[in-house]
């Protein structure tokens, strides 16, 4: 109270000449000191006698007489070591029982007391447990008996008497619940929260895009130099997962590798500010190799967040809505960005005026790592992992000559996520070079509102594979958008004019599922291995940095027949849905399981499920989830 009252008397001092501020310090100043009186006060007649308040200002001395005769047995008698705050608690209080008591005088009848107290209030149950539970005399043998609590939902741990998870019902030694063990209910607030992560990060990077291509168009940087940014920013995919992202992932967790990515992110939005304003390639390449080491470092944990955060069979569809909302952000920012916020860029100097966007987005993401600090994050040790991965061990540990099953799923998986994100950049840097091919006369203005179409096409279709999911298995699912990918691109580059623009825009839809299609079914059966999975399958995307390379030559004489390069990125990523849908181990691995129970404990685990009723097919091996259409058991 005494450091509030120096620091608004401070404040008093300088609004001399401010008459709101001086009142507002005022006012402030009477609620500090007001409140800490009261509650002073509050604290001294609390005491009893009340004169003991003055005596013997000492907690520790004060403790003595409580600690001696009402600290429960479990904490003084139990010969089982406590860890952590527990062991901390222990030690403490058998060092303030070493001095006998004295200092406050206790009555003798307080347990019986509060105990009459609340028994004659009847709508105070849970107040009479808990009193039971904490105040327990040396005289009494045992605790007071308690009726069994009723039984728990499905998710929740029961916890036996002896090693309860709380100390008299007030105290949590536990820590938070692993998320491979969340039904789909208590998954939503956490899958909630790093949602909005998707949302914001790809808000931030729309807006952030959107002024790199601005300023590239200012400054005439070459088809070459702008290949060179492209590539420093998907290099940057093949440094961070694997050096410092892997080991923040692995030592500290999910919420400490979003924080560092955040972090990461903004430092290089920072240096693209004096980029800008220099107009220097090469503090725009470095500043775009850091924008791409923070999101890559986020890439690396927030999917596999999404991905286990709740029942296995879900994976894919969880992933997919979550990068669906990611996508609506990038497609609402770019649009806000071309036609409010940086529509008056016209030449140099006018970069100077929006040097506060950089500054903006470098901000938020700081704000938004300081927010996931204080959130409470589910997290999954790998310990967890393969607790999970062992509930179907024969499958997982299958193998298809000398290689176990889980990790050729996992190579072929970071190969196809390598192959497709290099197409995948391909089509976009060719978008308005094929589209002014296509219809002749126009302008790059209108070929971006083209590829905005597009980016709303490629939300649509995450939305839509999501639900798709619940009906196809995933493996079939990845195979029919791969399909869609090459048939969309090859028939994109023998027609012209409005069909023509057509296809390429369906190239966006087909694409938009395979990257979190890939990222869950890659994940599934790896155990301890879970989380160095993550980090290999988000090198993947440093095909992005390699691909487009080959379209300088294409793009300048033949735009349309840029598209190869796309065509054959696809073809060689199709290995991975051909392999998943021929091999039979394969199969089994990667096909979402309802492990072994009986049909009326599955329907009623409402939940477990999101509406849909699910016929489990019994075979030799393993019971495999078929996702059907609202349908009896059969």
């Not at 955060?309 to 920012?333: D, F, K, T």
């Not at 987005?361 to 409470?376: G, H, M, Q, T």
């Not at 060689?572 to 309802?594: C, S, T």
Request: aromatic share 10%; net charge positive; with cysteine.
């Amino acid at each position: 109270m005494a450091t509030k009252t120096s620091i608004l008397i401070f404040y008093l001092k300088l609004s001399e000449m401010q008459k709101m501020f001086r009142w507002a310090s005022l006012a402030t100043l009477v609620v500090v000191n007001v409140g800490g009186a009261a509650l002073t006060v509050l604290n001294i007649v609390q005491c009893r006698p009340i004169s003991a308040s003055f005596k013997d200002p000492s907690l520790r001395e004060a403790l003595k007489p409580l600690v001696h005769r009402y600290i429960p047995r479990i904490l003084r008698d139990d010969p089982v070591e406590p860890s952590g705050l527990g062991a901390k608690m222990k030690s403490d209080f058998a060092g303030l029982q070493k001095a006998p008591p004295e200092g406050l005088p206790t009555s003798p009848d307080m347990s019986q007391q509060a105990s009459q107290s609340t028994d004659n209030d009847r709508g105070c149950e849970r107040v009479t447990m808990t009193m039971s539970d904490f105040i327990t005399t040396p005289e009494m043998k045992e605790l007071p008996a308690r009726e069994n609590p009723p039984a728990r939902a499905r998710g929740t741990k029961a916890v036996s008497r002896g090693h309860s998870a709380s100390h008299g019902g007030f105290m949590n030694l536990e820590g938070p619940r692993s998320m491979v063990k969340m039904t789909n209910r208590e998954s939503l607030p956490p899958l909630a929260q790093v949602s909005l992560l998707f949302f914001l990060w790809g808000f931030a990077y729309g807006l952030l895009d959107v002024l790199n291509s601005q300023f590239q168009s200012i400054v005439h940087m070459s088809f070459g130099q702008t290949m060179g940014l492209h590539s420093a920013y998907f290099g940057a995919y093949l440094v961070a997962p694997l050096t410092f992202g892997r080991i923040v992932l692995k030592k500290w967790g999910f919420k400490v590798t979003f924080i560092t990515g955040l972090c990461i992110y903004a430092c290089g939005t920072l240096i693209f500010w004096p980029s800008a304003v220099l107009e220097s390639l090469p503090a725009f390449l470095v500043s775009n190799f850091i924008v791409g080491l923070g999101l890559s470092t986020l890439e690396i944990a927030a999917n596999p967040f999404i991905a286990l955060c709740g029942p296995p069979e879900y994976s894919e569809l969880r992933i997919n809505v979550a990068q669906g909302i990611q996508a609506v952000g990038s497609v609402v920012s770019p649009i806000l960005a071309r036609r409010v916020l940086f529509k008056q860029i016209l030449n140099a100097s006018s970069l100077v005026d929006v040097q506060w966007t950089y500054l903006g987005i470098a901000l938020f993401d700081i704000l938004l790592a300081i927010a996931f600090y204080y959130l409470p994050l589910p997290e999954a040790s790998d310990a967890d992992l393969e607790e999970v991965a062992k509930g179907r061990g024969a499958v997982n540990s299958q193998r298809i000559g000398k290689v176990q099953v889980i990790f050729l799923t996992l190579g072929l998986g970071a190969f196809s996520q390598w192959c497709y994100v290099g197409g995948q950049e391909a089509v976009s840097m060719a978008f308005s070079f094929v589209v002014k091919e296509f219809k002749p006369g126009t302008s790059s203005l209108k070929a971006s509102d083209y590829q905005a179409i597009g980016h709303a096409i490629f939300a649509v279709g995450r939305f839509s594979a999501a639900f798709i999911c619940l009906v196809l298995r995933p493996r079939k699912v990845l195979l029919v958008f791969y399909l869609g990918c090459v048939v969309t691109s090859v028939f994109a580059m023998k027609l012209a004019g409005d069909a023509g623009v057509a296809l390429l825009i369906l190239v966006y839809f087909f694409e938009s599922a395979i990257w979190p299609t890939i990222f869950a079914i890659s994940l599934r059966g790896l155990g301890s291995h879970t989380k160095t999975g993550a980090c290999l399958l988000t090198v993947g995307a440093s095909g992005g940095a390699v691909f487009p390379l080959f379209l300088g030559p294409i793009v300048q004489r033949r735009p349309q027949y840029s598209l190869c390069v796309a065509v054959a990125a696809y073809s060689f990523a199709l290995v991975f849905p051909i392999y998943l849908n021929i091999v039979p181990q394969a199969k089994r691995q990667v096909d979402p399981v309802v492990f072994s129970e009986s049909p009326s404990t599955l329907s009623s685990r409402s939940s477990r499920h999101f509406g849909v009723i699910r016929r489990i097919r019994h075979s030799a091996e393993v019971p495999v989830a078929e996702h059907v259409e609202e349908a009896p058991w059969q």
